[in-house]
């Protein structure tokens, strides 16, 4: 049996930050007897004194003070393994009672209200977490188990029975625009005005770099801005034209801040889709991918 055992280690370490048996022994509870035993036990292990005790309580012998130095060390990880493990088990009993959800930014405005006023009839005493973000990071959020859903942009990465719902990009300009045409706009003549679209490897980068390959264009970046949000309010300050879906500035076209034209032959669609962790309830899993296809219905129309 190892004579370092975390009993002996927490005692001492104990007597040599209270600075006297005594002080040790009211700190801890235990009795004063108790703690000279052990003390003795590790002096004998040891083979060599670890204290130096005196009226004035005690002072750390060379051995003692390695010992002390390893045992605050250890003694820290031990607390820290403990906070982490209580916390793991806290989660694990919460998670009953809060959905994670994790949402696209062009979607979480009008998503947030409705999914909040749904739960609140529906689940009343379940607690909501939503956060706002991309498909690739709501993914590794899935996959350590700090979100419960994620709506994503559907790829071969996602079940077709997952997806939620269609929407298609329109290419949209501030109210000012020279451009006063409303009829639908072709992605070929879309591809010829300077655009700002998200930087490579983006969702939407590569659905307009696919589309623009098919039909034998080139894609105009005028400013790659990553974010739904950031890109309009560049549109809407006219630096350019950019591609957004119809729930990301049905606002800003009713408060005639902006404008739009459709994208045709051929449109720039893509589905979104539910994905989630995978020890989750199944289930619950398709009970919140029907309640998130009914507001999907609701918010994109």
Not at 44 to 61: E, I, Q
Not at 141 to 166: C, H, N, S, Y
Not at 180 to 190: C, G, K, Q, S
Request: charged residues 25%; aromatic residues 6%.
């Amino acid at each position: 049996m190892a004579w370092l055992d975390l009993r002996r280690l927490t005692y001492f370490h104990a007597i040599v930050d209270a600075g006297s048996i005594s002080e040790a022994s009211r700190r801890l509870n235990v009795p004063q007897p108790a703690l000279s035993y052990h003390l003795k036990e590790l002096e004998a292990d040891f083979g060599a004194p670890l204290l130096s005790r005196s009226a004035k309580g005690v002072t750390l012998t060379e051995g003692g003070q390695l010992l002390v130095d390893h045992a605050t060390i250890i003694l820290a990880q031990v607390r820290r393994a403990e906070v982490e493990l209580c916390s793991l088990r806290d989660r694990g009993k919460t998670d009953a009672r809060v959905i994670r959800i994790a949402a696209l930014p062009s979607l979480s405005n009008a998503l947030t209200p409705q999914l909040l006023i749904h739960f609140a009839k529906t689940l009343p005493d379940t607690g909501h977490f939503i956060i706002e973000t991309v498909t690739q990071v709501a993914r590794d959020m899935l996959v350590k188990g700090e979100i419960d859903f994620a709506i994503v942009v559907a790829d071969e990465r996602t079940p077709q029975d997952q997806w939620l719902a269609q929407e298609n990009l329109l290419l949209c300009m501030p109210a000012n625009h020279p451009d006063r045409e409303e009829i639908p706009i072709t992605l070929e003549e879309a591809l010829g005005e300077a655009l700002m679209i998200p930087g490579k490897g983006k969702p939407v980068r590569n659905l307009v770099e696919t589309l623009a390959s098919e039909i034998g264009c080139e894609v105009r970046v005028v400013h790659e801005i990553d974010g739904p949000n950031l890109r309009k309010q560049a549109m809407i300050a006219g630096l350019g034209r950019t591609f957004l879906p119809w729930i990301a500035v049905r606002d800003e076209v009713k408060a005639g801040l902006v404008r739009y034209r459709e994208v045709k032959d051929p449109p720039l669609s893509r589905h979104m889709g539910l994905e989630w962790r995978k020890d989750i309830d199944p289930q619950f899993a398709w009970n919140m991918h029907g309640i998130l296809a009914q507001i999907f219905r609701e918010i994109l129309h």
